[in-house]
């Protein structure tokens, strides 16, 4: 559809399990030979008439795993949580190897607190969390200690007053991402990762972004690289993308550049890193699971 477009891409099998996590800390499984099987230009259905998700909750994050049914693999691994409050939990992944038609509980969620994100990860990853105000936390994963599946979790970044967490990160020891960050005024920038030092869990964290009123607050923050788009979509609907590479890298506290020209009052809704664009290119493997955002 003209409004929508892919956020994610798997490279996938038969067997394995797509985990969905929504804004109300529930969790549903869906095994890829489940999924309707369609041509490389149909649409695909809506994910409310595939799992059985609450209509008005929303699904937050997708994640690929390989068969639930293998004891190492699944006491080996770990899905990570953050909410936009900054608590964060670690569960081992053995915890959802259980699929249930309805879904369970992930995290147990505070009145007014919602589930940001969540990822899989080795147990040695590290962990950023970013906040509106402009800072951002970065800490090894081994500080959170693993828990049940119900617990509501530890606090991961110590937030200001009025402030909140706008986006979580996990990066694997092998990896060596760039840090993109951009305000809801349009300026953004790129930063190495060791930029970021490393802290204990539930600190403040350091500045990801000078923040002004030109600026306007944080709004997205992404593990990019040369191969990466960004799809910016503006308050009043429109939808840009432009390249990551075309994004200066620059220091950590700096302001960045102005990557979009707004209009009117206008403001950035979101941002997300995509595959860079191809349009010579097509796919035709059927073991490709996409995952789109409707923006509208």
């Given amino acids: 559809r003209d409004e929508d477009f892919i956020e994610h891409l798997y490279v996938t099998t038969m067997h394995n399990t797509m985990l969905f996590f929504t804004e109300k800390g529930r969790c549903y499984w869906l095994k890829v030979y489940e999924i309707p099987e369609g041509s490389r230009s149909s649409k695909g259905r809506a994910i409310q008439n595939v799992i059985q ?3 008005d909750d929303k699904v937050r994050a997708y994640i690929n795993v390989r068969r639930l ?6 006491n ?3 899905i990570v949580m ?3 409050e900054g608590i964060i939990k670690k569960t081992l992944l053995e915890a959802y190897s259980r699929p249930r038609l309805n879904g369970v509980n992930a995290i147990t969620i505070k009145d007014g607190d919602q589930l940001i994100d969540a990822a899989l990860t080795s147990g040695k990853a590290q962990v950023v969390i970013a906040a509106k105000g402009g800072k951002a936390i970065r800490f090894e994963e081994e500080n959170v200690r693993a828990i049940g599946r119900t ?3 530890v606090r991961g970044i110590n937030l200001d007053e009025g402030d909140e967490v706008i986006g979580m990160l996990t990066v694997e020891p092998d990896q060596k991402p760039e840090i993109l960050v951009v305000s809801e005024n349009g300026y953004g920038k790129r930063t190495g990762i060791d930029d970021y030092r490393i802290t204990g869990r539930s600190g403040k964290g350091v500045k990801t972004i000078q923040i002004t009123e030109k600026t306007g607050k944080l709004i997205s923050i992404q593990a990019v690289s040369d191969e990466n ?3 910016i979509i503006n ?3 429109l939808t840009i993308r432009i390249p990551v590479a075309d994004i200066r890298v ?8 102005k990557v979009i020209n707004l209009r009117n009052n206008d403001s950035i809704a979101s941002v997300i890193a995509v595959p860079k664009s191809e349009d010579d290119e097509t796919n035709d493997d059927p073991s490709i699971v996409a995952a789109a955002e409707v923006t509208e």
Wanted: hydrophobic content about 25%.
């Fill in 250 to 257: 620059t220091g950590r506290a700096a302001q960045g550049v």
């Fill in 235 to 237: 308050r009043s609907g």
């Fill in 69 to 74: 049914n293998d004891p190492e693999y699944v």
């Fill in 53 to 55: 998700i609450e209509p």
């Fill in 151 to 153: 617990g509501a979790g």
């Fill in 82 to 84: 953050c909410t936009r």
């Fill in 76 to 78: 080996s691994n770990y």
């Fill in 229 to 231: 788009d960004l799809m």
